[in-house]
């Protein structure tokens, strides 16, 4: 069974950057066939993709996003990290990191619990 979870301060001023760390357990980032990646859920709206890093390293953002944001990896620690820059208030959400199945789009298979971020000075 592999494991997700999320962990950083759940509180973030405005302008600042929000720096999340997913850890992994169970299976190791570097595998072929599978991504990790980050997914968010604004208060009252959907989830929205930000962006994946791949098991050789490789990077994807949301169009919407990629000028903010940066995801990077630790593979001797088998985790995974997102850095969001600029933070506004919008960006308040409930952060999670998934594994997506390479082979099948929108497929993740296993979830973080999500982790409260709030954007407040």
């Known amino acids: 069974q592999v494991q997700l979870q999320e962990s950083g301060p759940g509180l973030v001023k405005p302008s600042q950057t929000l720096s999340l760390t997913c850890t992994v357990s169970g299976g190791s980032i570097t595998t072929s066939d599978y991504g990790w990646s980050w997914i968010r859920q604004p208060p009252g709206k959907g989830l929205e993709w930000m962006g994946v890093?791949?098991?050789?390293?490789?990077?994807y953002y949301s169009p919407s996003l990629k000028s903010r944001t940066s995801i990077s990896r630790d593979t001797s620690k088998n985790q995974f990290s997102l850095q969001l820059n600029s933070v506004t208030p919008e960006d308040t959400a409930v952060y999670y990191c998934?594994?997506?199945?390479?082979?099948?789009?929108?497929?993740?298979?296993?979830w973080g619990q999500g982790t409260q971020v709030t954007v407040f000075s």
């Open positions: 890093i791949t098991y050789d390293g490789s990077t």
């Open positions: 998934a594994r997506a199945v390479h082979s099948i789009p929108n497929r993740y298979d296993y």
